[in-house]
């Protein structure tokens, strides 16, 4: 939650995390509050309950979409799959979403819902509750609450270890280059536009991760650069990519930069288990991009550093 | 969740709600999505999990809150108590909050925070995660998880049953006499704007009503007259409302129509029990309103009927 921003507000979010801990103290043992991609609550604190996975994320009108590419449909179903995302970068299965819908007059409401239910029933999370109210422009908040089945833990962004294997679960860039295209062609239809349009969270290859003993994993929403960036912060390490996977159609930079993809990165501490059990549960192979380095300031695609440039609102 | 909306709106809430109960089913035992102040979600279906309370609330600049006349702490507070409120309406106890903050450039992001903060320090609701965006306008959209103490269930809309009492666990109608005096003074202060500005969730009423065995329950979001028609349709009873507790300096009308008081409507059949429980528990003793009637089309204060209207964006 809260990434899909300019590099600068990420130095606005650390702000809020102050003053929000500065009132309300440390999470429990076993809790995780902001600065992953959900947090993780314990339903009853102190007597083992199950942990619960909660997260929230915005659609913006003119911020991250644009009517004139996108239908209403495509909004919602963006809204909830990229809330889903969040849950399935920490491993979780998605229990239900409450949706806040800001819409001015004359908003096709029936067909955003259609595509709010569409990506509930395909990622089985269930709209269970929401709030509608007029606003000036399109605003579609959706939370998703996630469980974890067995007993490992949450995979945080936090729990790279040096020498990790660095992993994506998937070619990046189509998102970008999908935009670029409908912003060629309004029409434009195909695998790059679909990316773009109808994001889908890789919820089971983040079961299969955390099953696997996955050390960290985050999803790419901001752009490789960046998340990358944020993963070793959050794990005090650095990283040496060596190979990035692109999209068919989309460019290095779109890759590197884009965002939206929703594909997973992976750091493993044991990339052949990783990668038997994404063959065993018959998803793609994990795509190995580099490993995690010793130096926290080493930040590096090949022999040149890999900036933290990421997504930066496009419209 | 979704209820500070005029009345024609519930239409539109209702044809959502068919929407999506149509793709998405009906919950499984034991869940409750839409139509309660908050949704109730297993998270462990099948395995006697804990009971989860999941809702959302949102608060838009223009049709919430008017910045001329109240801060921004104030809509940060508000923004997260109102949220609060749905899980106290169900009798559960606050797990933790996610807020998507939509922000015009140059507001005031640090006091809205504190705001946040404030209250979710008071209501032991920490702030577990977020998004930020940009906005044209100010949108404050908080969901809130909240836990079971013991093993009752959680109070629905829906369990009045005829012959049950009615109570509210306050007077009614500071908050619309409280925007009333800040209309006509914007620096006015004391208990009615107070009430308007920093309402608070009944959580401890709301956790005691449950304990006491009440059979129905809902925060009092939209004005008394809209939300006992919708505890009446949910339960499938009427209500003859005899007596309406009205805040000092308050209207009647402020107490039946005006909304935002956040008190609770409690239905009981042992309204003794109810009594004794409040009166343990150190609370003000619950205040008789009135009784639920066989007759689901009798909808009486004292012998008139008693309509609907309940809370129009008063801005």
New interface residues.
Partial sequence: ??D??PTG?DA??Q??GS??RS??GA?PPG?T??GDD??V?L??PGAG??A?L?????V?E???VDLALVTHADVGWKALSVAVSDVAAMGGVP??A???L?APPGTD??AL??G???A??RWEC????????????L?V?V?V?G?LEGSAPAVLRSGARVGDTLFVTGPLGASAAGLRALRADAGSSGPLAAAYRRPEPRLAAGRVARAAGASAMMDVSDGLGLDLHRLADASGVGFVVDRVPVADGATLADATGGGEDYELIVASGDPGALTRAFEGAGLRAPLRIGACDADPSRRMLGDQPLDASGYQ?RL
């Fill in positions: 939650m809260g899909r921003l507000e606005v979010l702000r809020i003053r929000l009132r309300l999470p809790e509050w902001a959900a947090a609550l339903a009853a309950g199950p619960i909660f997260t929230t994320d915005a913006v003119g911020v991250h229990m239900g409450v949706v806040t800001g409401v029936d819902v259609d709010l239910a569409e509930a029933e269930p709209v269970v509750g929401g709030d509608l109210t007029s606003a000036g422009q605003v908040s939370s609450l469980r609102h």
